[in-house]
């Protein structure tokens, strides 16, 4: 209940700075629910509502496409080698490789309607929508390129296993023709830091307006401080860990005793 | 009950944790070996980072082998001595392996390398003590007693000079060939990343003749050691030890272990012997039809590093 007080809290000032300023050009607006996702020891993952509207006022005369959402969320890049095993006489071993140098550690797109009704293949390329044009470069050469696209494609397809890589066509939903609402699935295993959401009105394939915001995920409590020592303080944390690891070992024959 | 992992940067199951580390305890107790081999594995299946699984298993193995190597030292069953040489050996050895795990690193053949060693070493160790054990039992069986420590026949090479009287292990034999063997399992641990326990257990028991009770104890002993080292190195140089995962682990692979000692106390040398190797071979079969079915995946995804 708390959370869906707090969508309505923010979509009411959503709303009151589009009321305030209708004299602006800018035909979108949109915010996120909570800006900052706390880990705790009893974290197993959050939902963010992504929420905005549209200025139909902002709109050219006679223009008969109707108005599209994408949301766009971009997490921490990782560095990444995706490796493909191939039959080498009896065994199966690593063959071919790719290197992603900045792979997002989570990445989802979520439209209001499917891309093929949005627009054609170029166009979705264009507007970088989906999974694989997010991760693609925008040129035609490199998308013509299987040998890349297996890659991406494999990697697209581990990753979404583990609901890091989420593509869900529908996922914007329009509750009047000016107000939309989306939500963001943040797995438990998605990693902390600064997390990217580009929000984009787009009509007719044509982009009329983009926003971006983001949202951070840190760690609170006892669980930023084991991380922060780990880190800043790693000698002291090995010897902590390890004479803890030997006091429990003792501890365990004084408690098992018997002979 | 979920609780959540601050290096792992994931959550996890606690009754799951504690219930996987008491069963591969057990294990560790009663054949003193670290069990690396089998919890590393176990947890990267969980989903928690390889780099995170290998370094918090050292400290998991560097307690669960402390209570074992303390119980077995209360018994009189741990050779200090001969542990003593056999560290010192592993120290030059790690350090060699370290070095040359960079090199095979480099080269991109790390995966290969490592799932045709263990295929390998399990395989052969294995088969060999099952060869071994179950002839043992046969000619038991038959009525006539056999005894692995023959004193007074020591073969030639333990005859180099520098020889010293091992009084626990009834061992009376030169320090280089331990040195060297104990060198060669720490290369071997290293380059694979584990412990050797399973290495070294058949080695003393057939190479050295050593009675089985003290074999256990002061491989133990030998681990113990070199596991408290790598939580101290893996902590400082990559920061991956995951203190929580550390405790759940160690509650659990103590008391497990603790069982262990105890299951190990009344069993016969020779049912000792073919139950382990029947593990080491359980293992190699593992890692042999991974290597050979065709997988559901081929792809994998290793993270090399945040930006």
């Known amino acids: ?259 | 009950m979920q609780i959540y992992l601050p290096i792992a940067e994931m959550p996890i199951s606690v009754l799951l944790i504690l219930a996987m580390s008491a069963a591969v305890g057990f294990i560790s107790g009663m054949f003193g070996i670290g069990g690396g081999f089998l919890m590393t594995p176990l947890l990267i299946f969980l989903g928690i980072p390889p780099a995170v699984a290998v370094a918090t298993v050292t400290a998991q193995i560097a307690a669960s082998s402390m209570t074992g190597a303390l119980t077995y030292w209360r018994r009189r069953q741990l050779d200090l001595k001969l542990g003593g040489v056999l560290v010192a050996g592993g120290l030059i050895g790690t350090a060699l392996g370290v070095l040359a795990f960079n090199a095979i690193r480099r080269a991109g053949q790390l995966d290969a390398l490592i799932m045709l060693s263990y295929l390998g070493l399990f395989v052969a160790i294995g088969g060999m003590m099952l060869f071994e054990s179950l002839k043992a039992m046969l000619i038991a069986r038959a009525g006539t007693p056999v005894r692995l420590e023959r004193a007074g026949q020591h073969p030639a090479w333990l005859k180099l000079p520098w020889r010293v009287r091992f009084y626990r292990s009834k061992l009376y034999a030169s320090v280089w060939p331990i040195l060297g063997f104990a060198a060669l399992v720490g290369f071997i641990g290293a380059v694979l990343g584990i412990g050797g326990g399973f290495i070294m257990v058949p080695a003393l028991l057939y190479l050295f003749r050593v009675p089985t009770a003290v074999v256990v104890g002061t491989s133990l002993f030998q681990i113990l050691t070199t596991m408290t080292a790598a939580t101290l190195f893996h902590a400082a140089s990559n920061q991956s030890v995951d203190i929580v995962l550390a405790i759940l682990l160690i509650i659990g692979g103590v008391v497990g272990a603790q069982f262990g000692t105890r299951a190990a106390r009344n069993l016969k040398g020779e049912s000792f012997r073919l139950l382990l190797a029947l593990l080491l071979l359980a293992v190699g079969m593992r890692f042999a039809s991974e290597a050979v079915i065709k997988p559901d995946e081929v792809f994998s995804i290793t993270v090399q590093g945040a930006r």
């Not at chain 1, 197993?44 to 709109?59: D, P």
């Not at chain 1, 490199?142 to 979404?160: G, H, N, S, Y």
């Open chain 1, 1 to 259: 209940m708390a959370s869906w007080a707090r969508i309505m809290a923010c979509l009411a000032a959503a709303l009151g700075f589009w009321l305030s300023e209708p004299a602006r050009a800018q035909e979108l607006v949109a915010s996120l629910s909570t800006h900052r996702v706390l880990i705790g020891s009893n974290y197993t993952g959050a939902q963010i509502a992504v929420f905005g509207s549209v200025e139909r006022e902002g709109r050219t005369v006679g223009r008969a496409d109707p108005y599209d959402i994408i949301v766009t969320v971009i997490g921490p890049r990782q560095q990444l080698v995706v490796r493909e095993k191939s039959h080498h006489g009896l065994l199966w071993l690593n063959d071919a490789q790719r290197k992603f140098a900045d792979a997002p550690s989570f990445l989802a797109s979520m439209t209001n309607r499917t891309v093929g009704e949005m627009g054609n293949a170029d166009d979705a390329r264009r507007l970088q929508v989906g999974l694989r044009n997010r991760l693609l470069p925008p040129s035609s050469v490199a998308q013509a390129d299987p040998e890349l696209l297996r890659f991406v494609d494999a990697l697209i397809r581990l990753k979404a296993q583990d609901k890091l890589y989420q593509e869900i066509e529908r996922g914007v939903t329009f509750l009047t023709p000016s107000l939309f609402r989306s939500s963001i699935v943040l797995p438990a295993t998605a990693p902390t830091g600064n997390y990217e959401v580009f929000v984009e009105l787009v009509s007719g394939a044509v982009s009329l307006a983009r926003q971006q915001t983001s949202f951070e995920v840190v760690q609170i409590g006892f669980e930023q401080q084991v991380a922060w020592v780990a880190r800043n303080w790693s000698m002291t944390y090995g010897l902590v860990t390890a004479i803890m690891a030997l006091i429990f070992g003792w501890l365990a024959t004084v408690i098992f005793r018997r002979d």
